[in-house]
């Protein structure tokens, strides 16, 4: 199964994953992640951000990604 439901185990094997972009495209993604670690989600500890139907360059492989982020701010 590639789709476990949650807190079921995870998935067996190996995965490969080739992100690529543009400068301007990882200093977003730099700039989305750096926000995401300053962020207090002690409000909401199951805080969660879904990005859905990511394809891959040539359109074949469909995945979903889930950002996660537990309780707290800073360190």
């Given at each position: 199964m590639l789709?476990?439901?949650p807190g079921e185990p995870s998935v067996e094997g190996?995965?490969?994953?080739?992100?690529s972009g543009t400068a301007h495209?990882?200093?977003?993604?730099g700039r989305?992640?750096?926000a995401l670690a300053e962020l207090d989600s002690s409000a909401d500890p199951d805080h969660?951000?879904?990005f859905d139907a990511v394809r891959s360059k040539d359109?074949?492989?469909?995945v979903d990604i889930i950002v996660?982020?537990?309780?707290?701010?800073g360190d």
């Amino acid at each position: 199964m590639l789709n476990p439901d949650p807190g079921e185990p995870s998935v067996e094997g190996a995965f490969q994953l080739n992100i690529s972009g543009t400068a301007h495209g990882f200093r977003e993604l730099g700039r989305y992640f750096l926000a995401l670690a300053e962020l207090d989600s002690s409000a909401d500890p199951d805080h969660h951000q879904h990005f859905d139907a990511v394809r891959s360059k040539d359109g074949r492989t469909v995945v979903d990604i889930i950002v996660r982020k537990g309780p707290g701010g800073g360190d």
